[in-house]
T-cell receptor, first 114, second 107 residues
Framework: DVKVTQSSRYLVKRTGEKVFLECVQD?????MFWYRQDPGLGLRLIYFSYDVKMKEKGDIPEGYSVSREKKERFSLILESASTNQTSMYLC?????????????FGPGTRLTVL | DQQVKQNSPSLSVQEGRISILNCDYT??????FLWYKKYPAEGPTFLIS?????DKNEDGRFTVFLNKSAKHLSLHIVPSQPGDSAVYFCAGNDMRFGAGTRLTVKP
């Protein structure tokens, strides 16, 4: 079974803090993604990576950065957390290939910024 | 601008009846579409997909219909069960998702 794990299920941080969200997948997937989920807005893509050290901006990259030093690990960084970054953060991974490639998601990190 | 849209935020159906969840898209270049199901406090899980060259794909109680001329797809669940209560997302192969529809199946 593909497993995607996220470092924390719940996190509370203060405004201005630097926040690291970690994601690890164990199935050698090339592609990894970070989304945030907010009521009424669904899943919005923040950043994705299709290879080690590669990154691409998604639809809402402002205020975030990412790091992918190893194939299995994809980190989301909030350089200076703000209250509008309070959200559920979801990591996903998928293979590259022909046809549909379903994403496998982690359980999510509920981040609260006070 | 969202390329897949789910315009119904919620749907409530009786157990045993049909649930129909809808999704509209604007990008005619999508190769396939996927549906995901999400329970509270869990990540989404893949449910079913459909290739853009098909108009129907069936997997047990779940069927996806694709109407390319209308740029519309729908997920049918028959019969609906209380365990189907979840948020359902559609997505294109650009890895962007609709806003989701919360399905409640009442016993």
């Amino acid at each position: 079974d593909v497993k995607v794990t996220q470092s924390s299920r719940y996190l509370v941080k203060r405004t201005g803090e630097k926040v690291f969200l970690e994601c690890v997948q164990d199935m050698d997937h090339e592609n990894m993604f970070w989304y945030r989920q907010d009521p009424g807005l669904g899943l919005r893509l923040i950043y994705f990576s299709y290879d080690v050290k590669m990154k691409e901006k998604g639809d809402i990259p402002e205020g975030y950065s990412v790091s992918r030093e190893k194939k299995e690990r994809f980190s989301l960084i909030l350089e200076s957390a703000s209250t509008n970054q309070t959200s559920m953060y979801l990591c996903a991974s998928t293979l590259t290939g022909q046809g549909y490639n379903e994403q496998f998601f982690g359980p999510g990190t509920r981040l609260t910024v006070l | 601008d969202q390329q897949v849209k789910q315009n119904s935020p919620s749907l409530s159906v009786q157990e045993g009846r049909i649930s129909i969840l809808n999704c509209d898209y604007t990008n005619s270049m999508f190769d396939y579409f996927l549906w995901y199901k999400k329970y509270p406090a869990e990540g989404p899980t893949f449910l079913i997909s459909i290739s853009s060259i098909k108009d129907k794909n069936e997997d047990g109680r779940f069927t996806v219909f694709l109407n390319k001329s209308a740029k519309h797809l729908s997920l049918h669940i028959v019969p609906s069960q209380p365990g189907d209560s979840a948020v359902y997302f559609c997505a294109g192969n650009d890895m962007r998702f609709g806003a989701g529809t919360r399905l409640t199946v009442k016993p």
